[in-house]
């Protein structure tokens, strides 16, 4: 845990990105450097992989974006992130890109529903999510 | 033959996306009908095609009302015909504008512009508006008015092949493509329309319009595509389906009486995973496990028969990581390859990933 940690609340104000407002504005957003999932994306630490070099704007990137406007996962800026391919047609890569959070730094990733998830220093990669039917399709949460 | 365009210039590429989003936007549109400009669009549509002028322009809200007043129509001006009062045919031929022979002369470039647009390209809404118009009137009426189906123009559900033809007007520009500027502004203007020799029927726009974040028809609550009339159209994902079946009304049995394995699939996706592997009685796979990540909840997997999915598939029954209003936690299923012996790795597979690395889940919110 890193000591700069944020509650959502505190999170909403620094970033303006609202969630949900059943989820609880004192809740403390775990900053990880392992795995984890926010609904249908995976941040998975990658230490093999050549660091992104692109800054994430102040506006944020929306790795996976929702319905008009709605249900975006937004990484925050602090870091870099490349974006990578999306998948095709289910034989290529889920990889939405990736993502290098400096020494010292914290990027948040935000979405309404889930609402922050706390990214510690190190590269990952961010996928999302896939499912079975006639053809591989992409989760929709 | 004109020179052929084997690539474009950057200028011309860089107005692909926004003239991409433009056509979007126009196919897209529920505004209300700018009834002025699609009038003016259509009577520019016969002065190109060197037609007389009509002298009616009547104005329905749908395109159902648009094919049944369109089969009136034809049916009255059959009947003068055949009493000699008039000796002209009735429809005239607006849609020779569409022969413009431009494709044969950007063939190099298309490939380019599929790259570009290419995200957006499985764009059905146009059509399943057609397939919605077509069986409705065959329940409706008489297979005439089906008829009038195929033989409406689309306005704005034109905007697929309209806006290729409309960049090559404006953007490049090539000879010939200026004959579609009617055609383009009755597109950009109202709904579906009908020409005749003495009329014209053009149609609204519709009220309301729902697309998933993949741009396919869908709406849990309520109609996908509405019109003023009340026509309207379900859609699940993409999928057509019954009024009943978005009402929540089909329970288990119901669904699988259901032919269509399409209609069939949203209709368990519509009732909910967890609800539906316990009223089906399907068979668990492997054994209930903890779920990385998310402390507390499990992980199940479960086989689904050939006969449900039209393919054999496995489901993994989730909790989500965060609490609903309310606190309760909703469950979900994800369907899988039968491949996948356990909970973790039918949860790896979706990512991806090996089951060992999903194990190491630190957080799933």
Known sequence: ?141 | MAEKITELTPEQEAALEPHRDMWLDIGLSTERANRTEAEAGAREAYTIAGLDQPEAVIWLDSPMEGAIGAWMLASSLAEEAAAGTIAIESRPSIMSLTDTDCDERYPEVWERIMAVIGRDKDYPTFSEVWAGTTPSARNGAKSAIREQVRSAAYGQHDAGWLSFNDYFRVVVPVEGTEKLSGLIRVAKSCGWWWPFDRAIILTERPTALHLDPQQRLHNADGPAIEYADGFALYSWHGTRVPVEMIRGEWDTTRILQEPNAEVRRSAIERLGWDEFVVEAKLEQVGEVMDDPGNPGCTIALYDVPAVIYDEPVRVLICTNGTTERGGTRRKFGLTTPVECATPLEAAAWGYNVSPEVYATLQRRA
């Open chain 1, 1 to 141: 845990m890193q000591t700069n940690t944020l509650t959502i609340g505190e999170a909403i104000t620094r970033f303006g990105v609202q969630v949900d407002d059943h989820l609880s504005r004192e809740a403390t957003i775990p900053v990880l450097t392992g795995a984890q999932a926010q609904g249908d994306t995976l941040i998975l630490p990658a230490p093999d992989q050549v660091p992104a070099t692109t800054p994430i704007p102040a506006m944020g990137v929306a790795v996976v974006r929702g319905e008009v406007g709605g249900n975006t996962h937004l990484l925050l800026p602090g870091g870099f992130f490349d974006a990578g391919p999306t998948i095709q047609d289910g034989t290529d890569s889920l990889v939405l890109g990736k993502l290098t959070v400096p020494q010292g730094s914290v990027v948040y990733q935000a979405h309404p529903e889930h609402g922050y998830a706390g990214i510690g220093a190190g590269t990952y990669t961010v996928s999302r999510q896939r499912e079975q039917a006639d053809v591989i399709r992409m989760v929709q949460d």
